[in-house]
């Protein structure tokens, strides 16, 4: 298994963007729809890297990224920039148009702040239960399990579905007005859930009701589409 780099001096503008994922990750559908909402998936180059076969904590694949965490963005030059928000930050100062992260400071503080917390409250915490208290990706990548831990993260989860549904009673995004990274973060959140089948509780109407209109975005059904032709 090799990740070869490549090097150029082509502008990021003009030239292929790289991106290391996995066709239907959570955290790689979050980059995915970002990159859709903006039309900018027919510039990225996707190269696959295997979650289930656990090819993000090889050696390779650790030499492109520390973390061995999925996405990876790579530049033309060489420059390799991981994190959704990171990375979403990045598409925007490329094409402002949609703005995913804010136009105005109260707006980029506000979509930032949202963002972190459908991290932390929301979809870190499934991806801690899917982690600890499931089989996950397997023993070659489960080194270590907490199944205690991770019932608790799968409580916080539930708990994280509760606070966004009260949110979405008042407000037709997550941040507020508009749609944002925050709202993508929350859809990673829907789509971890989904996987390791966490329902959200019934009484959430309106978090229900927002992920139904999520569904009718173009940019979610182009999501949707790769996964089931399994593009990489």
């Known amino acids: 298994m090799t990740f070869p780099q490549q090097r150029s001096d ?4 003009t030239s292929k963007l790289k991106i290391y994922d996995w066709f239907n990750g959570p955290y790689p559908a979050r980059v995915r729809i970002a990159l859709a909402e903006k039309g900018l998936l027919p510039n990225v180059e996707f190269v696959s890297v295997n979650l289930w076969t656990g090819e993000h904590k090889k050696p390779e694949f650790l030499a492109i990224n520390y973390s061995g965490t999925l996405p990876v963005l ?5 420059t390799r920039i991981a ?10 100062s490329l094409d402002g148009h949609p703005t995913l992260t804010g136009e105005t400071p109260v707006e980029k503080g506000i979509i930032h702040m949202m963002t972190k917390r459908a991290e932390i409250e929301f979809l870190d915490a499934v991806s801690t239960y899917f982690h600890h208290a499931t089989p996950g990706l397997g023993p070659e990548v489960e080194l270590y399990q907490n199944a205690e831990w991770g019932g608790r993260m799968r409580d916080k989860a539930i708990r994280g579905m509760r606070y966004f549904d009260n949110l979405l009673k ?28 966490l329902p959200v509780p019934e009484e959430c109407v309106a978090l229900r009701a927002w992920h139904a209109r ?17 593009a990489v």
């Open 83 to 92: 994190e959704c928000t990171a990375i979403t930050q990045y598409l925007d």
């Open 214 to 230: 999520m569904q009718e975005r173009s940019s979610v059904q182009a999501w949707r589409a790769m996964v089931e032709r399994g």
């Open 10 to 13: 082509a502008s990021p503008t």
């Open 170 to 197: 008042d407000q037709p995004f997550v941040a507020g007005d508009k749609f944002s990274m925050a709202d993508i973060a929350v859809l990673g959140g829907m789509i971890f859930a989904s996987l390791v089948q």
């Open 74 to 78: 790579e530049l033309s030059d060489g």
